[in-house]
Nanobody, 124 residues
């Protein structure tokens, strides 16, 4: 089956940078869109950034100009470059893959998947 494996989280001081990576593995033919969500304690999960297979992007207003999402379709991997980090960026960051086309046991199927989450902590 499909797995999303995230890496790159950690602790950083305000103003610093981190780069998150998320690699999708399995019998994948294509992925429609990939993105990053985050969830801070006591808050709902929110979209941070998303990128379609053609490269169009969408960002939350709170991260525009600071974060950049990119993807490598050949590697089924999405990245999130986070610059000028603020304490309010502290959250668990989740990778999301939408419209993942796979082939198992003689049939095609399309599903959405989530990663396990990676902690990002920004100290003031």
């Amino acid at each position: 089956q499909v797995q999303l494996v995230e890496s790159g989280g950690g602790l950083v001081q305000a103003g610093g940078s981190l780069r998150l990576s998320c690699a999708a593995s399995g019998s994948i033919f294509s992925i429609n869109a990939m993105g990053w969500y985050r969830q801070a304690p006591g808050k709902q999960r929110e979209l941070v950034a998303a990128i379609a297979s053609g490269g169009s992007t969408n960002y939350a207003d709170s991260v525009k100009g600071r974060f950049t999402i990119s993807r490598d379709n050949a590697k089924n991997t999405v990245y999130l470059q986070m610059n000028s980090l603020k304490p309010e960026d502290t959250a668990v960051y989740y990778c999301n893959a939408v419209g993942v086309l796979t082939f198992y046991s003689g049939s095609y199927s399309t599903n959405d998947y989530w990663g396990q989450g990676t902690q990002v902590t920004v100290s003031s």
